[in-house]
């Protein structure tokens, strides 16, 4: 059976810890390979070689360093059939949307070609008699980004586009679920001219991942993933002095206001909330129709769409999703099912009993739809990443914005309306980091920047654009004084000021 192993210092390496782990074939449930999984001393030899990288990758000028990321991008672009083939066998999502996974990710990879521009510092002339002041963006070194199953391609390149072009070396730990795209990228690199030890992939499980928090040599550690992992690896990490940022769990809600085109709604609720099978952070889980009338006509709308919704093999062109990527994570979304049911909400779609002929054995989870969901309901507190859609009425807008505001989650959020003062006042008061006007995924583009709010995220910055070149550099600030005739003699015991 074929094997991934990790890409260390240019070359594949064969794991040694004697662990490893079974990655599926979610369209018909059958382990198509293994991955290795990492020990501290297989994490150590990266982190090794990455140092013995990184001054000289820090020494190449941004330009140089811009050409690499702009060959990569090209050989991505010239790959991109067999990345989206790759990273569907694996996750399960739809060959249109793993093409949109790695596009999203190349996107980010463009804006790092920006790099030259972006990294530049400040300067201040004649800041005192013969002074001036400025500031350089410095890489911080060794760098780690520890990424999830749902967005194989696209976070990794979130994390590395950036973290490399500002002169980094960066370990990426992925998902073990689906690790063979991240390992694609780090190859291509290396043909795009990346030197070796500059992007290198660890596989590996907990054991990986506290190698990296406990590893005295890398600075930064970027996480994606859910918000119980997310929060220990910023504690620990931050306790290890490291700088972290940490993105987490969602619970997305739309709110539907009276005035809003249903139809148009309806469309977008589908793609939003069933897309990916609903294994997206910034899926739509939670619909708020404002007021009975609005929701009584959106239930009636949903219902037959969700009902008809296909689900077929990813390989399917007509498919609206394919498989959950393990049998666990569906598992998972069926007990939450059956909690709804418990709890006292409606299941007006249950998709539990679906089967898919020919495929019996793979992941697939047909689409359902809860109405009357409240806030007191542990499947409307928890986030539960499956195609599954909530509703939650609210009779009025004061309380359709109270849900996601009050929600322990912040990550997206959308509201759809005509009114535009409603949905001005919505995106000024909503305590949610990303807001959606007529857009079901406000997912911002590469040169603005990802993050969301409250439990959704643990750190100050958030993910690419600006705020990215901010994670992965640190600043310096020098001032210099030319006097002319030389340094004066005596010296002064107060502090310098400006009077
Ligand atoms: P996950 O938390 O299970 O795994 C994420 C990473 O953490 C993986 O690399 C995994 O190997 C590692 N990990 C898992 N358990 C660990 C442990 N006990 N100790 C240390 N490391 C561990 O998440 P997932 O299931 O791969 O991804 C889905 C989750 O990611 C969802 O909660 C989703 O909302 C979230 N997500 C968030 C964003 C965002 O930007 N906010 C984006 C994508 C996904």
Not at 377 to 396: C, H, N, S, W
Not at 457 to 477: C, L, Q, S, W
Not at 481 to 496: A, H, L, S, Y
């Amino acid at each position: 059976m074929r094997t991934i192993s990790h890409f260390i210092n240019g070359r594949h390496v064969e794991g040694t810890s004697g662990r490893s782990g079974d990655i599926f074939n979610p369209a018909t449930g059958e382990v198509q390979a293994k991955v290795a999984l990492a020990s501290r001393a297989e994490l150590r030899k990266a982190v090794e070689a990455a140092q013995e990288a990184f001054p000289k990758w820090a020494a190449v000028n941004p330009q140089r360093r811009a050409r690499v990321m702009f060959n990569f991008k090209t050989l991505v672009e010239k790959n991109m059939d067999e990345l989206a083939h790759l990273l569907s066998s694996e996750h399960g999502k739809v060959l249109a949307d793993a093409r949109g996974d790695v596009q999203r990710g190349l996107e980010v990879i463009e804006f790092a070609c920006g790099i030259p521009h972006l990294q530049k510092g400040e300067y201040t002339e004649g800041a005192g008699p013969g002074i001036d002041i400025y500031s350089m963006r410095q890489p911080l070194g060794v760098v780690a980004g520890i990424t999830p199953f749902n967005f194989p391609a696209m976070i990794p390149m979130w994390m590395f586009g950036v973290a490399i072009a500002v002169g980094n070396c960066f370990i990426n730990k992925p998902s073990e679920k689906d690790p063979s795209v991240p390992m694609r990228l780090a190859e291509l690199f290396l043909e795009a001219g990346g030197p070796p030890g500059v992007l290198q992939v660890v596989n590996g499980d907990k054991e990986a991942v506290d190698a990296i928090l406990e590893d005295p040599d890398i600075s930064a550690v970027s996480f994606v993933g859910s918000s119980a992992i997310a929060e220990y690896v910023y504690s620990k990490g931050t306790a290890n002095g490291k700088r972290v940022q940490a993105m987490g769990g969602a619970k997305n809600h739309a709110i539907i206001m009276p005035d809003a085109d249903l139809d148009q709604v309806t469309n977008e609720l589908m793609g939003a909330g069933y897309g990916s099978a609903g294994e997206r952070c910034m899926a739509i889980s939670v619909a708020v129709p404002v007021g009975e009338k609005t929701a009584d006509a959106l239930v009636q709308r949903l219902k037959p769409r969700v009902e008809a919704l296909k689900i077929a093999p990813p390989t399917d062109p007509e498919a609206a999703y394919g498989p959950m990527v393990t049998a666990a994570q569906k598992q998972r979304v069926v007990d939450y099912i059956q909690m709804g049911v418990k709890e006292g909400a409606e299941l007006v779609v249950d998709g539990r009993g679906f089967k898919l002929q020919g495929y019996e054995n793979g992941f697939y989870l047909g689409g359902s739809l809860f109405d009357r969901v409240t806030p007191a309901m542990q499947t409307y507190k928890d986030e539960i990443f499956g195609p599954v859609l909530q509703i939650a009425r609210a009779p009025d807008f004061e309380t359709a914005i109270s849900l996601p505001t009050k929600h322990q989650y912040g990550n997206g959020v959308a509201i759809f309306t005509r009114d535009g003062d409603a949905a001005r006042e919505f995106a000024s008061r909503v305590q949610v980091g990303m807001v959606g006007i007529n857009i079901p995924i406000p997912v911002p583009l590469a040169y603005h920047t990802f993050g969301g709010w409250k439990r959704s995220a643990f750190g100050d910055v958030n993910v690419h654009g600006p705020e990215g070149v901010r994670f992965y550099t640190k600043i310096k600030t020098v001032t210099a004084r030319w006097p002319k005739g030389g340094v004066r003699e005596n010296p002064d015991f107060n502090i310098p000021t400006m009077k």
